[in-house]
């Protein structure tokens, strides 16, 4: 079965930490970009970091940058979303696709919640 999920969404404090994870099953995900995107209440859905699919460096949006870091797992195939230091305004739904332009995705999952809150 082809599927991609995420995982690893919750509740944590202002400042804190959380990491999601996107595993993949029926397919290899080292053989496409992978795009993190969130999408609040309101809001429309935003990319906020991109991994080629070769070497190279991931790009982050702004308001992420320095706080976010996608890494990957080949051997678990699975990529993943570090987030530290999360502020008031990171609070939606994260996905992960495969690929960085939402509507060219093959794959995507159906999200994880991301609550910040004191």
């Known amino acids: 079965q082809v599927q991609l999920e995420e995982s690893g969404g919750g509740w944590v404090q202002p400042g804190g930490s959380l990491k999601l994870s996107c595993g993949a099953s029926?397919?290899?995900?080292?053989?496409?970009?992978v795009g993190w995107f969130r999408q609040a209440p309101g809001k429309e859905r935003e990319l906020i970091a991109c991994m080629p699919s070769i070497e190279g460096d991931t790009s982050y949006k702004d308001s992420v940058k320095g706080r976010f870091t996608v890494s990957k797992d080949t051997a678990k195939n699975t990529v993943y979303l570090q987030m530290s230091n999360l502020e008031p305004e990171d609070p939606a739904l994260y996905y992960c696709?495969?690929?960085?332009?939402?509507?060219?995705?093959?794959?995507w999952g159906r999200g994880a919640q991301v609550i910040v809150s004191s």
């Open positions: 029926g397919f290899i995900l080292d053989y496409y970009q």
């Open positions: 696709a495969t690929d960085c332009l939402w509507s060219v995705a093959l794959y």
